[in-house]
């Protein structure tokens, strides 16, 4: 029998996007306050030190909410400010290695999660520990369009069978598109321009919820 599970509503920072920088604490803010599930800090060009300023700040941002940070890429970042887990791309650490550090560490609170194009990817990111994956480009997006052309649905649904771990859909999420992705398996959606970009993030929140809980036959890891 199936059970109800929360789907998770991940916003992935951008914040040369914004065009000034400096308005990323303020979305880090309303994100949290909207009720986002998680933030995940994805700026890649920054060194540690800069990293872990915005680390902190985006902690603070979620202090007093149920808001998760996640840091991409950088574990010692993730460990130095206290962030909730981190998240792996293709050139990142492999997951294998953090999974076998969060055993040995007994911090079994900290989140593992990879980037996937591909279900034989996703299937070895389970194996290799991770506590969910991302899976895409599912639409056309500026951001991804180093990965390739657009999965789609039906390779996001492949995706989805073949794990058990929590499958989120990113790239080109609308807030048109989402509910096809959620009804295709997705656990959730991660997305960058739909949170940074809304005019009223917690409408887009609420818009996003739905009012239900998705169904599925396992239940998250994080």
Not at 89 to 118: M, Q, Y
Not at 122 to 138: K, L, N, Q, T
Not at 193 to 198: A, E, K, V
Request: glycine fraction near 8%.
């Amino acid at each position: 029998m199936p059970h109800a599970r929360k789907r998770i509503l991940c916003y992935v920072t951008d914040r040369r996007a914004l065009g000034d920088a400096s308005g990323l604490g303020g979305v880090l803010r309303r994100a949290a306050q909207a009720g986002v599930d998680w933030i995940q800090v994805r700026e890649q060009d920054l060194d540690a030190r800069a990293l872990a300023e915005l680390v902190r700040l985006a902690l603070e941002a979620a202090r007093e909410t149920s808001t998760r940070i996640l840091v991409n890429d950088r574990l010692d970042v993730a460990l130095a400010t206290g962030a909730a887990g981190v998240h792996l791309g293709e050139k990142s650490l492999p997951v294998e290695t953090i999974a076998a550090w969060r055993r040995t560490a007994n911090r079994f609170d900290f989140v593992i999660g990879a980037s996937c194009h591909s279900p034989e990817a996703a299937r070895i990111a389970e194996h290799s520990g991770a506590d969910y994956v991302y899976f895409g480009p599912v639409f056309s997006t500026p951001s991804k369009a180093a990965f390739g052309p657009p999965q789609g649905i039906e390779r996001l649904q492949e995706a989805c069978s073949a794990v058990r771990i929590p499958v989120y859909a990113i790239g080109g999420i609308t807030a048109e598109n989402a509910a096809a992705c959620l009804a295709a398996g997705a656990a959730g959606i991660a997305a960058i321009r739909l949170f940074q970009q809304s005019v009223d993030l917690a409408a887009t929140v609420a818009s996003l919820r739905g009012g239900r809980e998705i169904q599925s036959q396992a239940a998250p890891n994080s």
